[in-house]
């Protein structure tokens, strides 16, 4: 049995909710696997990244992925900013689409018009302790577990597991989400939002749109299959 938490983009209650939903139905330290996104539109993103730190930090059995919005704010915080290429021309991290900015505003960093970028840059690697961007960089990007493979974003299809590339890994979408390959394993996977976490037959979304206010479901897997929890207790996940 394993328990697996999708994006939560800067939502701290919803986090704690779903642990609680999770030490509810399996106790006080069962195996959670975190597939990235922790960061940018929702209100705390420093208290996520300080609540999953405390756990690992406690010998919690959490396993925490790193996802592409995770790599954006530590790469925001070199000395000279760097930009991911996976994003469109011009669209920076601190855009409200992409939520830099409530990122930076959880570290009390106002991002306005009106403040020149390169004084909001010097303000934010001044008040990100170091000690968060080590704990986000420094995190794997898979986990497998029996015939679950867990990664923020998805895999490159037909290429082996070695030999996927990091970019893959955190930012593919619709060549994966799209194709219909058995991948020989269940990929357990984040990053493209739905409605509520949805179990396709070759992979599990994991996401279910979280980092836009809906609400964070935790997964349990056991025995070959899947549920949602919630309040009322374990809902069977059918594959589509």
């Given amino acids: 049995m394993i328990y697996a938490i999708g994006d939560i983009h800067g939502q701290r209650a919803m986090l704690e909710r779903a642990l609680a939903l999770i030490e509810k139905d399996g106790g006080a330290n ?17 208290g996520v990244i300080e609540m999953l ?27 000279v900013p ?40 010097a303000e934010a690697r001044a008040a990100v302790p170091r000690a968060h961007i080590d704990f986000l960089t420094n995190r794997p990007l898979t986990h497998q577990h029996g015939d679950l ?7 490159r299809p ?11 890994l955190i930012w593919i979408r619709q060549d994966f989400v ?26 599990f979304n994991l996401d279910g749109g979280a980092g836009y206010g809906r609400p964070l479901i935790p997964v349990v897997f056991e025995d070959g299959q899947a549920w ?7 809902v069977r996940a059918e594959a589509t």
């Fill in 30 to 46: 069962p195996p959670v696997v975190f597939v990235g996104d922790y960061t940018d539109r929702g209100p705390d993103s420093r």
């Fill in 53 to 79: 730190m405390a756990g690992v930090a406690a010998g919690r059995s959490w396993t925490v992925l790193r996802g592409n919005h995770d790599r954006m704010f530590t790469w925001y915080l070199d000395d």
């Fill in 82 to 121: 760097r930009e991911d290429p996976h994003l469109f021309h011009g669209l920076s991290w601190l855009n409200p689409r992409l939520g830099g900015n409530t990122t930076l505003a959880s570290y009390g960093v106002a991002v306005t018009e009106t403040r020149r970028t390169g004084d909001i840059h």
């Fill in 149 to 155: 493979f867990f990664v923020h974003a998805g895999i």
């Fill in 158 to 168: 037909g290429v082996p597991i070695p030999e996927q590339t990091e970019n893959d």
């Fill in 178 to 203: 799209n194709d219909a390959t058995d991948h020989g394993r269940l990929i357990v996977h984040g990053h493209t939002a739905t409605d509520r976490p949805t179990h396709f037959f070759n992979r």
């Fill in 228 to 234: 949602l929890l919630t309040d009322r207790g374990r």
